[in-house]
């Protein structure tokens, strides 16, 4: 019997093996630590829920109120209190919208799609596929709060000056530009 000259000897050359056992263990040790996440998705679920109720008792106050003034005879002149009382409410629930949004998102970037939100992807705010894309949404609620939180503020304002309104108007018209070129970034985004 004749030895092949191709054949190898045993321990010779590279051998096609697989990963060993503890590489296997420890790669599904990492991998399963993406469920680390859930210490953020699952509070920020809490925390928009929690804000979610407080808005929602808020505007039921703002409700009651207005029915004891205009129908029950109140005394208490509502007129000061109502627009700003509103303007608050949106604005926590904008930020209840940002913490559901942080949470869906890191939900299905790290774990895994939501069946629910994939079959409808069209209509999806929760639908991303990249921590680009959720950081752009967030932005532009946050940017949405920021501007909520600016109208309220000026809902209050009395002017010393004139100089003031002209401060105003300048903030709005900043404000407009910014929106404006939002706006123009999704469109050149989406084309």
């Given at each position: 019997?004749?030895?092949?000259?191709?054949?190898?000897?045993?321990?010779?050359?590279?051998?096609?093996?697989?990963?060993?056992?503890?590489?296997?263990?420890?790669?599904?040790?990492?991998?399963?630590?993406?469920?680390?996440?859930?210490?953020?998705?699952?509070?920020?679920?809490l925390?928009?829920?929690v804000?979610?109720?407080?808005?929602?008792?808020d505007i039921l106050?703002?409700?009651?109120?207005?029915?004891?003034?205009?129908?029950?005879?109140?005394?208490?002149?509502?007129?000061?209190?109502?627009?700003?009382s509103?303007?608050?409410?949106?604005?926590?629930?904008?930020?209840?919208?940002v913490?559901?949004?942080?949470?869906?998102?890191?939900?299905?970037?790290?774990?895994?799609?939501?069946?629910?939100?994939?079959?409808?992807?069209?209509?999806?705010?929760?639908?991303?596929?990249?921590?680009?894309?959720?950081?752009d949404?967030?932005?532009?609620?946050?940017?949405?709060?920021?501007?909520?939180?600016?109208?309220?503020?000026v809902?209050?304002i009395?002017?010393q000056?004139?100089?003031?309104a002209?401060?105003?108007?300048?903030?709005?018209?900043?404000?407009?530009?910014a929106?404006?070129?939002?706006?123009?970034?999704?469109?050149?985004?989406?084309?």
């Amino acid at each position: 019997m004749t030895p092949d000259k191709d054949a190898q000897p045993p321990g010779d050359g590279p051998r096609e093996r697989g990963p060993s056992r503890r590489e296997r263990a420890f790669e599904a040790f990492l991998w399963k630590s993406r469920l680390l996440v859930m210490l953020a998705v699952v509070p920020s679920l809490l925390g928009a829920l929690v804000l979610f109720i407080i808005g929602t008792l808020d505007i039921l106050g703002v409700a009651v109120d207005a029915v004891t003034y205009y129908l029950l005879g109140g005394t208490r002149d509502i007129h000061d209190t109502v627009v700003p009382s509103i303007v608050l409410a949106v604005d926590i629930y904008l930020v209840a919208i940002v913490l559901l949004i942080f949470g869906l998102g890191v939900y299905r970037l790290f774990v895994s799609p939501i069946e629910a939100a994939e079959a409808h992807p069209a209509s999806n705010p929760f639908s991303v596929s990249s921590f680009d894309q959720l950081k752009d949404k967030i932005a532009r609620v946050v940017i949405l709060a920021v501007i909520i939180e600016f109208f309220r503020a000026v809902v209050d304002i009395r002017f010393q000056s004139p100089l003031d309104a002209i401060y105003l108007a300048l903030s709005v018209l900043a404000l407009a530009a910014a929106l404006y070129l939002m706006s123009r970034a999704e469109q050149h985004h989406h084309d």
